[in-house]
Every structure is written in C-alpha cells, then in structure tokens.
C-alpha cells in the first residue's frame, strides 16, 4: 500500500474513532467535560450508568483525584482494581483519546496545592512510627477535605430530619459499623431514643422490621457497598421513614433511598482507611441533633 494509502487510512481510522467518541457523548447528553468539576457534575448527575468494571473506575476516580493526577496509567490501574485498558475506555467515553489526555483534567484540579495525603515525605527509621506518621496524614486529608467543602445545607436538613423522628435507626456494617456503633452509643448517653442495628445473630432485617413513618434511619456507608446495608435502608424507604446517609461518592446506592446525604471521603495509607472525618461529622450531627431536642 502506498504512503497516501497509509495516510488516508488513518485519517478514516481517526475519524471514525472520533465520530464513536461523539456518540458515546451524545447519548449521555453531555459535552466534553473541560475540568474536573464539570467531570464530578456529570458523574453526580444520576443520570450516566457504567458496568461493573468502568463503574469501579469513577468511584476510585471520584475519591482519590490526586492519586489520578500524579501516578501512571499502571499504577492508577492497580490501585482501582482493574486493567490500564478499562481506563483508557473510560476515557474515550467523555471524549479523550486516551488515558494521559484525561489525566490533564485531575493535574490541572491540584496544581497550587499538595496533593491528598502525600504532604513532606519523611524517611522513618522505625517501620512502625512510619505506619503511625502515614495513618495520621491519612487522618488529616480526610478532616480537611471536610473543613473546606462541608455540605452545611444538607447536614441541617439531616439535623431536623433527625430530631423529629420517634425512634432512629442507626444503620451501618463493616467498615461503617465502628462509626455507627459510636453514633448509637452517644446519642444514648445524651438521651435519644435510638437503635444500633448490628445485625448480630443475621437479625438486621427484624431488627428493622418494627420501623414506621414516625422513624428515621441515619446510615452510613463506603465503597464497595457490598453490605446489608443498602437492603435495611430499602425496608425503611418502603416504610416512608426519614433516611439520612453519610457516605463517600454519588455512586452509593443509598443516595437514590435516602431523603438527604452528606459525602464524607476518607484517606488511606498503605491500604488502611481512616475513619476519623466520618467520625467527626457523625459526632457533629449527633451534638446538633441534642441540641434539637435541648430547645
């Protein structure tokens, strides 16, 4: 084949990936999104359905935009759990050419400021004060994420939900259940009737079985969301109950149940997640919550 051949070739082979591109933005309805937030607004909009694997890419993408931002295509991979080639995939759908285009949406985002969790490097010489070192940054990325862009609109509507309720249900599982174990317990402390669903003996499902419109539900999750948790919320939706959600994307499947929800996304070192920014704000809520019931 001649060089005008090859060339013309390509320029069909282009064109038609561009037209492709074009299609897989218009049935979603959107433009090319330019930065990052525009990127969040159409991830958040409810209205773009992913498969398991390229809905894995925008929950990782989605909670760790500096880890986007600064690693390689390799290394992004592994740390969402799926192959280079899904990203490149997950590219093409918002209109990029490849992976390291899109990539330029999460650079731009943090360039000016230190990247979550990865502030001075500081080389320890005891494995075990390094560990400690990595889990506290972890702890503080987490915390000021919550001081710069708390959701003050939506914790008021769940603070009114709340202390209007006969009886809260405090639900969460797995990683959340250290969170709503502590939840329960203070707002017993202070006063307000509530119940831990701990699902001990696999009885969450009675435990939920009394809940009435009167009720609440405060419920806590994170990704994966392969809990119990998202079948005691459905119970309590079907009931008419007040449902108020802390979890840490738009892609949780409590959002579409739940009557109003804050996102709480918590840092991680070495594979181990804080939990110290839900803590915080659950505490926070139950304080105002008291507070509620003091007037």
């Known amino acids: 084949m001649s060089g005008a051949g ?31 937030e525009e990127l969040r607004a159409v991830l958040s ?29 390799a290394q992004v991979a592994a740390q969402a759990g799926v192959q280079p080639s899904t990203l490149v995939r997950f590219a093409q759908i918002f209109g990029y050419a490849g992976f390291s285009d899109f990539q330029g949406l999460f650079k731009d985002h943090i360039k000016g400021s230190w990247p979550e ?30 001081e ?6 939506s914790f008021e509507k769940m603070v009114t939900l709340l202390a209007a309720a006969d009886l809260i249900y405090v639900i969460g599982s797995k990683r959340a259940f250290p969170v709503t174990t502590y939840l329960s317990l203070t707002l017993s402390q202070q006063g ?20 009435g419109s009167q009720d609440a539900v405060l419920a806590v999750s ?10 005691l919320v459905a119970v309590a939706h079907e009931r008419n109950a007040g449902i108020v959600t802390i979890t840490d994307s738009t892609f949780s499947p ?42």
Not at 123 to 143: I, K, R, Y
Request: proline share 4%; glycine share 10%.
């Open 192 to 211: 307000v009737r509530n119940v831990l669903v701990d699902n001990v003996g696999s009885t969450a499902l009675d435990q939920v079985g009394c809940i």
């Open 45 to 73: 909009s409810g209205t773009v359905h992913f498969p398991k694997r390229l809905r894995q890419v925008a929950i990782f993408l989605w909670q760790h935009p500096s880890d986007v931002a600064l690693g390689t295509i």
């Open 6 to 36: 090859k060339t013309s070739g390509r320029s069909v082979a282009d064109e038609a990936a561009t037209r492709k591109r074009g299609r897989s933005l218009a049935a979603l309805g959107y433009i090319q999104p330019q930065t990052y």
């Open 254 to 295: 409590l959002i579409r149940l739940s009557d109003t929800w804050l996102e709480v996304v918590e840092s991680d070192f070495a594979g181990f997640r804080s939990l110290a920014a839900s803590l915080a704000v659950g505490m926070a809520l139950v304080h105002a919550v008291v507070a509620r019931h003091g007037q």
């Open 222 to 231: 994170f990704s994966p969301y392969n809990s119990i948790t998202p079948d």
């Open 148 to 153: 710069s862009g708390f959701d003050i609109e």
């Open 117 to 146: 969790g990865r502030g001075e490097q500081r080389t320890e010489p005891n494995a075990d004060l390094h560990f400690l070192h990595g889990m506290v940054g972890a702890s503080q990325a987490s915390l000021g994420r919550v």
